[in-house]
């Protein structure tokens, strides 16, 4: 690769690549981690994202008694401090800004938005007031604005989990915890009252195939079983393996460990606490039944595993059926993108549709110059936080290698572009660099104040952030989260316009 001057390669000092990074969630940080570390990289990188708080799902999603988890926010705090990066908070893609601004403001565009959606699971009832994905309750109890007024029955005495993933562990043990175990962390204050008063006893979790072939890793089911007010129950027999199972089973030590546990779980039974935790395998939800508006049982179906041409086991219904009383069903299925005004999407996997991370216009079509997608957006909703740092890690490789032909590209006189038909055939080098006005660093932000939005910077967010831990320190709690945006927006206004300001006193409505 030829290139016409040495300052083309990532940019200059006086005209850095300018990058916009959609969502502040891991993956996002990820992205622009990466890029920072790049040796010669001349990088401006802005962070949006639809809340004034950033870190989203680590905020949002990952459960409010693993703190540890949450640690690392402090790695995306270092990140959000580096001079080369700001954050508007509080802007939404599609109504504040549009696509379109920004393909004119940035040189490259990265989604980062993960999967906002549930997947559906498709059976009669689904959609019964008291039938709720997971991810609406996780987001409830994790005080995220959008869900803080959303109601959950917890007067029932049973309920159902659909699926065996760690989000459903983590939906379980929110329910089977006692206030004294969930007082210590950030659980939504609302939330945390709801629990209080709960009358859910039993926790019904329905795995459609077997106990091999569980998707929890194995600190989440041990966690179930150290639980100070629920038991789990597990039958014995539900552990004896089909020869398929037996043979997945071996040089899968996940599964091994899992097993372990659920046989320990087994053997050790009921011991008299309050709650219970029951674990159902080979059996499928095949109806959510209501009467007067309420859900009073979930119909299930036992499956056997049969193996597919891949070696997948899959399961297929007996016939035999069985309903369970329960008054509140969560279906912990999996999670799944939503389209973005403007933006490829492929509907049927739920993720922006991409080669290693360059956007396509569809599965297998032309490379969309100069955008690019990590993390669940790219992927799909699997992988722990840290499968995001590779992930990103291969996104930005790319993003460097496209920039370095557009910028050489422009740099090169017409006749050379004309002759290297290699790099003129590249798609990914077509798009123009954005110059002139929309290429200086203020050009967003004025944008951004000519419409009249209010964006949160990394420094409001500080102010939120000190609030949020400061009364959680009154009270021995990592933070007491503030979930309503227009309370967050005015707490800002407010530390704002006092010179020294005792954001404790602001009290909200
Ligand atoms: P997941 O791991 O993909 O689990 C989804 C579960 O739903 C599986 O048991 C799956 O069973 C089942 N399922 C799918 N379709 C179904 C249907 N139609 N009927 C019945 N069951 C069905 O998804 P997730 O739990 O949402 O987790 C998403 C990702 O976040 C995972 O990578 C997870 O590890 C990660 N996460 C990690 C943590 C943590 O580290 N503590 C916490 C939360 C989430 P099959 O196997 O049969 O398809």
Redesign the pocket.
């Known amino acids: 690769m030829r290139f016409c001057s040495k300052e083309a390669r990532f940019g200059s000092s006086g005209r850095p690549v300018r990058i916009a990074i959609i969502g502040a969630g891991p993956s996002g940080f990820y992205a622009a981690g990466a890029l920072l570390q790049q040796k010669d990289a001349h990088v401006a990188i802005d962070m949006f994202d639809r809340l004034p708080t950033p870190y989203g799902l680590v905020r949002y999603?990952?459960?409010p008694d693993?703190q540890k988890?949450k640690s690392v926010t402090r790695i995306y705090e270092r990140t959000m401090k580096d001079g080369r990066v700001r954050y508007f908070g509080n802007i939404d893609l599609g109504t504040d800004i549009t696509h379109d601004d920004l393909k004119a403001h940035y040189d490259q565009i990265v989604y980062a938005v993960g999967a906002q959606s549930?997947?559906k699971?498709?059976?009669p009832g689904e959609d019964l007031a008291g039938s709720f994905s997971?991810?609406e309750f996780v987001a409830w109890y994790n005080g995220h604005p959008d869900f803080r007024q959303y109601e959950f029955d917890l007067s029932v005495e049973s309920v159902a989990v659909?699926?065996?993933?760690?989000?459903?562990?983590?939906v379980t043990r929110i329910l089977a915890k006692s206030v004294a175990e969930l007082r210590s962390t950030d659980i939504a204050d609302y939330a945390l009252d709801e629990l209080r008063d709960s009358k859910v006893r039993r926790i019904h979790i329905?795995?459609?195939?077997g106990p091999v072939?569980?998707?929890?890793?194995n600190?989440?089911i041990k966690e179930l079983g150290e639980l100070e007010i629920a038991d789990v129950i597990v039958n014995p027999s539900d552990l004896i393996l089909d020869d398929a199972s037996q043979a997945e089973l071996e040089g899968d030590r996940t599964a091994q460990r899992n097993l372990e546990t659920l046989r320990a779980l087994a053997e050790r039974g009921a011991t008299g606490k309050p709650k219970q935790i029951i674990f159902h395998f080979l059996r499928?939800?095949t109806e959510i039944i209501g009467e007067e508006g309420c859900i009073s049982a979930i119909m299930t179906e036992k499956n056997v595993l049969c193996p597919t041409e891949t070696g997948y086991l899959?399961?297929r219904g007996t016939g035999v059926c069985r309903a369970f009383d329960v008054g509140l069903v969560f279906?912990?299925?999996?999670?799944r993108g939503v389209p973005i005004p403007g933006v490829p999407f492929h509907d049927r996997w739920g993720i922006i549709p991409n080669v290693k991370g360059r956007v396509t216009a569809e599965h297998g079509g032309a490379v969309v110059p100069g955008e690019y997608t990590v993390g669940?957006a790219k992927r799909g909703?699997?992988?722990?936080?840290g499968?995001n740092k590779p992930d990103a890690a291969e996104t930005v490789t790319l993003m460097l290698e496209d920039i370095v032909e557009r910028a050489s590209a422009r740099e090169r006189s017409d006749a050379a572009c004309a002759a290297d038909s290699a790099m003129a055939g590249a798609p990914w080098a077509r798009k123009p660099l954005p110059n002139g006005e929309q290429a200086r660093p203020d050009a967003m932000v004025s944008l951004l104040q000519e419409r009249g939005v209010e964006f949160v910077t990394f420094a409001d967010w500080q102010i939120l952030e000190r609030i949020e831990n400061e009364r959680g320190a009154q009270r021995g709690q990592p933070r007491v989260k503030i979930t309503d945006v227009e309370e967050m927006l005015r707490l800002i206004r407010a530390a704002k316009a006092t010179p020294a300001p005792d954001p404790l006193k602001v009290t909200a409505d």
């Open positions: 999603g990952v459960a693993h988890i549930d997947k699971i498709d059976i997971a991810t659909i699926g065996v993933g760690n989000v459903a562990m983590d329905f795995a459609r195939r072939q569980v998707k929890f890793t600190p989440e499928s939800p899959s399961c279906r912990s299925i999996g999670y669940w909703p699997t992988g722990v936080i499968t």
